[in-house]
């Protein structure tokens, strides 16, 4: 069984960084895409990475490209995200998961949702 615990989360000024990371348990772990998701206050929960089950690619949503990044240990089963010069609009609770990518949009790929870490972007 597959289970995902985010952390790393904070209040951060405009322009700042943080980085997320989110532990896995589970022998097969390793064969799944990893995703981060996040859902910002009345709004749907939307996807922000989905990294392949090697690590070796990455696709990230538009309003994060360039800014973002992703890493993927396998040897200490924990994906980061690296997240700099945060907006307000970064503001959401970030969750990691399984995930799959279709046309250019991202899914909950296996399982379910965690607690998710809270992240503020606030002068």
């Known amino acids: 069984q597959l289970q995902l615990v985010e952390s790393g989360g904070g209040l951060v000024q405009p322009g700042g960084s943080l980085r997320l990371s989110c532990a896995a348990s589970?022998?097969?772990?390793?064969?799944?895409?990893i995703g981060w998701f996040r859902q910002a206050p009345g709004k749907e929960r939307e996807g922000v990475s989905c990294?392949?089950?090697?690590?070796?690619?990455?696709d990230y949503a538009d309003s994060v490209k360039g800014r973002f990044t992703v890493s993927r240990d396998n040897a200490k089963n924990t994906v980061y995200l690296q997240m700099n010069s945060l907006k307000f609009e970064d503001t959401a609770v970030y969750y990691c998961?399984?995930?799959?990518?279709?046309?250019?949009?991202?899914?909950?790929?296996?399982?379910?949702w965690g607690q998710g870490t809270q992240v503020t972007v606030s002068s």
């Open positions: 998961a399984a995930c799959t990518v279709v046309s250019g949009k991202f899914y909950l790929g296996f399982g379910s």
């Open positions: 589970g022998f097969t772990w390793h064969y799944y895409s």
């Open positions: 990294t392949s089950s090697s690590g070796s690619s990455t």
